[in-house]
């Protein structure tokens, strides 16, 4: 079955028929330049005569253009009859055109003076090698156009599959986040209900977020930014009094910048994970900022690595970051992890470029 390839535009489509016309009126117009001189006078039948190799070059061009390319040549294991095709019809306007010759002359008697005319076979190779320079041109362009419309094809199956992959992300990681957060007030109700009626009151601003806002591919930074202050203030709650936590915001009130939603919490969410002890002093340090080339999410926690037998969380989180990095910023961000001060320490930073182009990257097209 032939693929099905998009419509060309209506810019691209007035483009091509400009181009059409313009290169076909320079061809057709060619007959001027081998009549008579306006002093010896212009006659129709001249003029028409001249007119045939134009006319049958026009004829095998657009034969192929519009019938034999994409109903022979395109259809699968058909290429011997698209050759057969164009073999009879070169043939046959090429003897044509020799007939029409030969009518033309019929009466003209030569000057004793002339030179003998080359032998007629030399016209006729001529001609069938003009008619084959004019099927060249148009198999070209055919091809080079039905390329060009299978890559567009294929740039928007490749789009739309990465659409579903991310939706199918998104619709996993809400899951996987709430569960967290819903542990988190578990733990609270057992030592502190006034805390645990805060917290519920913290999370129903975050479910706004997650269930509303952040349906569209990107959000503004700054929207990211108060749905980060907001989880962080949930965690805060049940944080013990070893515990440091930092948080710093190094963007603009009101940034715009297009950022994929819920792409740093599990950095974040991993952070709260490990580097807390209930019993030995603990630290986060979380830093979110932005200049002219990049948006840069830094976290440093202390590492406090939980056992095997530790069911919290589920632990598909980091690996969800990298499948939505790949899929939304290929080639466009660094994700570098690390541990320092001997493993006491665990570093985690994503780091987002902008593009030279604000518009050859989707990640940083406003929503």
Same mark, same amino acid.
């Given at each position: 079955?032939?693929? +099905?390839?998009? =419509? ?8 091509? +028929? ?11 117009? &060619? ?52 050759l057969l ?25 030569p ?17 069938? +090698? ?35 992959? !991310? ?13 967290? +957060?819903?542990n ?23 479910l ?5 806002? @952040? $349906? ?23 944080l013990?009094?070893?515990? &440091? ?13 297009p ?26 340090? !979380?830093? =979110?900022?932005e ?11 202390? @590492? ?14 980091? $690996?969800?970051?990298? $499948? ?25 930073s ?5 593009p ?12």
């Amino acid at each position: 079955m032939p693929m +099905t390839t998009p =419509l060309p535009t209506p810019h691209r489509r007035w483009l091509e +028929t400009m181009v059409h016309l313009i290169s076909w009126t320079m061809v057709l117009a &060619s007959p001027l330049l081998l009549m008579q001189q306006p002093d010896d006078g212009h006659h129709l039948t001249d003029y028409w005569f001249h007119m045939l190799v134009p006319l049958s070059l026009l004829f095998a061009f657009y034969l192929n253009y519009w019938c034999y390319i994409p109903r022979i040549l395109f259809q699968e294991n058909r290429l011997w009859h698209f050759l057969l095709a164009n073999a009879l019809t070169i043939v046959a306007l090429a003897l044509a055109l020799r007939y029409a010759n030969s009518l033309y002359f019929a009466g003209f008697r030569p000057h004793p003076d002339d030179r003998m005319p080359p032998p007629q076979y030399v016209f006729f190779f001529r001609d069938v +090698t003009s008619l084959v320079f004019a099927v060249c041109i148009s198999v070209a362009i055919r091809v080079s156009r039905r390329l060009q419309e299978s890559e567009a094809a294929r740039r928007e199956a490749v789009k739309s599959r990465t659409e579903a992959e !991310l939706k199918n992300l998104r619709n996993q990681l809400n899951p996987h986040f709430l569960l967290n +957060t819903l542990n988190n007030i578990y733990a609270l109700i057992t030592f502190d209900t006034d805390k645990a009626q805060q917290a519920v009151q913290e999370l129903s601003k975050l479910l706004r977020y997650v269930l509303y806002d @952040n $349906q569209s591919l990107f959000v503004p930074l700054s929207k990211e930014a108060d749905f980060i202050r907001n989880y962080i203030e949930l965690m805060r709650i049940r944080l013990p009094a070893q515990v &440091s936590l930092e948080a710093r915001f190094d963007i603009q009130p009101d940034s715009q910048t297009p950022i994929a939603p819920l792409l740093f919490i599990s950095l974040i969410e991993n952070a709260f994970k490990h580097g807390i002890s209930p019993t030995e002093p603990s630290f986060i340090d !979380l830093r =979110l900022s932005e200049d002219a080339t990049s948006v840069c999410c830094r976290i440093a926690n202390s @590492n406090h690595p939980k056992s095997r037998s530790d069911k919290s969380g589920s632990g598909i989180g980091l $690996q969800q970051v990298s $499948q939505r990095l790949e899929l939304l910023y290929p080639g466009q961000y660094r994700w570098e992890r690390s541990l320092a001060d001997g493993g006491k320490t665990y570093l985690s930073s994503i780091t987002l470029y902008r593009p030279a182009s604000p518009s050859s990257h989707p990640s940083f097209i406003q929503p």
